[in-house]
Structures are given as structure tokens and as C-alpha cells.
């Protein structure tokens, strides 16, 4: 595990995840929250702070494959739930991984909803905010997408 991958693990996670469940979740639930999902090799219940998008019923968590917790969700949808503003919605999430327009559609919406995002990623936004192509081209095989479609009663 590298260095920075443990200081999100260790040390940004659990502090994120008390804020998130304090009185004072509204400084950052707006845009992270947490998804709870078990562990595809451990089977223990796993719980992680992303920032997220939410466009109706989908919510997309975008991540870079440095990362590993999005390992958990390859293969067919998984059951989770997406904690936002301190209520959990129960939904099925899907992985999308590998240059496709699937992933490179996901990312734009990602990117057109939280374009603070873009500089963490490496990409390049437009006048209009808008990704700019070339640069979602370099680096779309080293981003992974997680949509997650809420239950109908969210």
C-alpha cells in the first residue's frame, strides 16, 4: 500500500467518516458520503468516503485505479448503500472500468457536477467547464466509475 493510499485509510477515512455522522455532516454531505459495501474476497462489511454525484436515483463515485476499494465491486451488481446526509439509501452499484463511452459518459457527468474533481483526475475543463476531450482520452483507462441506481423508495 503506498504511502498515500495509507493516509486516506488510516487517518483522512476515519475523519471523514465522523463528520459525516456528527451534527456537522452539512459542511461536506453535499458532496461526500459514504458507501458501505462487503468485502468481495473478505466478506466483511467495508464502509468508504467518496465524493459523490447524484443525478435523480444515480450516484456515481469516480476513483483512479491507485486506489483499490473499487476492486470490490468487478464482476455483476452488489447490494450497497450509500450513506448521504446521514440517511442510507439502499441500492445496486455497477462498476465500469476500461476505456468506453459508458465510462467516459460517467465521467463527464461527474466532472460537469463536482468540476473541483477535475484537477485531482488531471483533466482539463473548458471555458464552459466542460472536460476537454483530449485530456479525458490520455488518462480514461486509468479512471474507474461506480454507478450506483438507488431503490425506487429513495
Request: glycine share 8%; proline share 3%; aromatic share 8%.
Amino acid at each position: 500500500m503506498s504511502s498515500g493510499n495509507s493516509f486516506y485509510r488510516y487517518f483522512l477515512n476515519p475523519v471523514m467518516r465522523t463528520l459525516l455522522r456528527s451534527p456537522l455532516h452539512g459542511i461536506t454531505s453535499h458532496n461526500i458520503g459514504i458507501v458501505h459495501f462487503t468485502g468481495r474476497k473478505s466478506g466483511r462489511k467495508l464502509s468508504t468516503p467518496l465524493s459523490y454525484t447524484r443525478e435523480g436515483d444515480t450516484v456515481r463515485l469516480m476513483s483512479n485505479r491507485s486506489t483499490r476499494w473499487w476492486l470490490n465491486f468487478r464482476g455483476e451488481e452488489i447490494r450497497v448503500e450509500m450513506e448521504i446526509a446521514r440517511q442510507r439509501h439502499p441500492g445496486t452499484a455497477v462498476l465500469l472500468e476500461g476505456d468506453s463511452e459508458g465510462l467516459r459518459e460517467g465521467v463527464r457527468r461527474f466532472i460537469h457536477a463536482l468540476p473541483r474533481d477535475a484537477k485531482v483526475y488531471g483533466l482539463q475543463l473548458d471555458a464552459n467547464k466542460a472536460v476537454v476531450e483530449s485530456s479525458l482520452a490520455a488518462i480514461a483507462d486509468q479512471l474507474v466509475l461506480v454507478e450506483i441506481h438507488l431503490d425506487a423508495a429513495n
